[in-house]
């Protein structure tokens, strides 16, 4: 089955020490979306490609980066992780042109958990 | 500016019985479509539902159907025979300029047996 994938699941890192989250698709969509979710809180865009063209939101910390080496896999780079930026880490896909209709369907993955010690 | 707006935080259902899941939208576009997800307690947000601005008939996917009424720029989620699985937080959401989803807060539906 077509889907997205996340690794890993559940991730412990020390406050301070870099780490590194991915995530894959085999359904061979342009855009990949990076969001964050705190508990009991909507998800959050952080950043999103479309095909290589990297897109930052404007509030997104300088301490988030992204990497998209190829179609099918998205990295999310946390440099220096503070207490703060543990929460859920959801990435999604789409097909969708450069438009304005915001009619396409996000398909998302199962997410990874983040804690910060 | 978009918005969504869920103002019911929690709600409960029997099971078996039908439920229905508030939202309400504000946009300035014409062209725009309205999504529901699902997020158990794994996390996982999963692609229930989709009605587009244009669309004249309502949604359904089996047991999920949507009340659109674009006057009142409203788009509630209607679940059917509610299940104990159908426990899970409920997610409205707006698709944006460039296909960013706009989220509404959710609500966090609970099923009795």
């Known amino acids: 089955d077509a889907m997205v994938i996340q690794n890993p699941r559940y991730q412990v890192t020390q406050f301070g020490k870099p780490v590194t989250l991915s995530c894959s698709q085999t359904?061979?969509?342009?855009?990949m979306y990076w969001y964050q979710q705190k508990s009991s809180q909507a998800p959050k865009l952080l950043f999103h490609y479309y095909d290589k063209d990297f897109n930052n939101e404007a509030d997104t910390p300088d301490n988030f980066q992204s990497r998209r080496p190829n179609t099918s896999f998205c990295f999310l780079d946390i440099r220096s992780p503070g207490l703060g930026d543990a929460a859920m880490y959801l990435c999604?896909?789409?097909?969708?042109?450069?438009?304005?209709?915001?009619?396409?369907?996000?398909?998302f993955g199962p997410g990874t958990r983040l804690t910060v010690l | 500016a978009q918005k969504i707006t869920q103002t019911q935080p929690g709600m409960f259902v029997q099971e078996k019985e039908a439920v229905t899941l508030d939202c309400t939208y504000d946009t300035s576009d014409q062209s725009y479509g309205l999504f529901w997800y699902k997020q158990p307690s794994s996390g996982e947000m999963i692609f229930l539902i989709y009605q587009g601005s244009y669309d004249e008939q309502n949604a359904t996917e089996g047991r999920y159907s949507l009340n659109f009424q674009k006057a009142r720029k409203s788009a509630n989620l209607v679940i059917s025979a509610s299940q104990l699985g159908d426990s899970a937080m409920y997610f409205c959401a707006m698709g944006g300029g460039y296909n960013k989803l706009i989220f509404g807060a959710g609500t966090r539906l609970a099923v009795h047996p």
């Open positions: 999604a896909t789409s097909s969708s042109q450069r438009t304005r209709r915001g009619t396409d369907t996000q398909y």
């Open positions: 359904l061979n969509h342009n855009v």
